[in-house]
């Protein structure tokens, strides 16, 4: 529980929403230096840039567009997004454009290795941060748990098969897998643990 936690998912105010987008704009630029980094990518965005290669897209419009379309999945499902959902779609795709049109490629493996920590990092903090305001899940999250409670399949089987898929499609489409992708499965829990606590002591009263 944060101080600017919203009661429901449309419970708005300039100070929330403002720490929203401070959330899902440190996520998008830790997503984009781990695609920089060129290493490997985070699952979702291995897809987006596999996509991108395919397309005249840029990657952060291919995450825009996959964001959109995993949203449309929810309706089967009887889902509601809320302003939290609409604003990951749109502040976390400007923010992988962005970020990697700021961050130069490198061609030394110590340098793109700190890339991939510092984005493990930075997307350990922004979902920290964004998670709190209590406005709503990100499409695919919003997905995973929707799944889980209309099937009852355990959440972390229906987790790993979505991860699974994705980055196998990813893949195929020649999105980049690699050194970063396994770093980012094996560290992305303990960095929003992590920032979750650190926010947790911040914010205590």
């Not at 101080?3 to 401070?22: N, T, V």
């Not at 979702?44 to 397309?55: N, P, T, Y």
């Not at 609409?86 to 795709?93: E, G, Q, S």
């Not at 409670?149 to 893949?171: D, F, K, N, Q, Y």
Request: hydrophobic share 50%; proline share 4%; net charge positive.
């Amino acid at each position: 529980m944060t101080p600017w936690r919203a009661s429901h998912q449309w419970d708005l105010s300039l100070s929330r929403i403002c720490i929203l987008i401070f959330g899902l704009f440190i996520f998008g630029i830790g997503d984009s230096l781990l695609i920089v980094s060129g290493l490997g990518n985070a699952p979702w965005s291995v897809l987006a840039q596999g996509i991108s290669k395919q397309s005249s897209l840029s990657i952060g419009s291919s995450t825009l567009l996959v964001s959109t379309v995993v949203l449309a999945l929810w309706i089967p499902l009887r889902e509601r997004p809320g302003f939290g959902t609409l604003a990951n779609i749109a502040v976390i795709a400007f923010a992988i454009d962005l970020g990697i049109h700021l961050f130069p490629q490198q061609n030394r493996f110590i340098v793109e290795l700190s890339y991939v920590i510092v984005g493990i990092l930075l997307v350990g903090l922004g979902s920290a941060i964004y998670i709190t305001c209590g406005l709503g899940p990100g499409p695919r999250d919003g997905w995973m748990t929707a799944i889980h409670r209309r099937t009852g399949v355990p959440i972390g089987r229906v987790r790993l098969g979505i991860e699974l898929v994705v980055l196998s499609a990813g893949w195929a489409l020649g999105g980049r897998v690699g050194l970063g992708t396994a770093l980012f499965a094996a560290l992305i829990g303990y960095s929003v643990a992590l920032f979750f606590g650190v926010v947790s002591r911040l914010t205590h009263r």
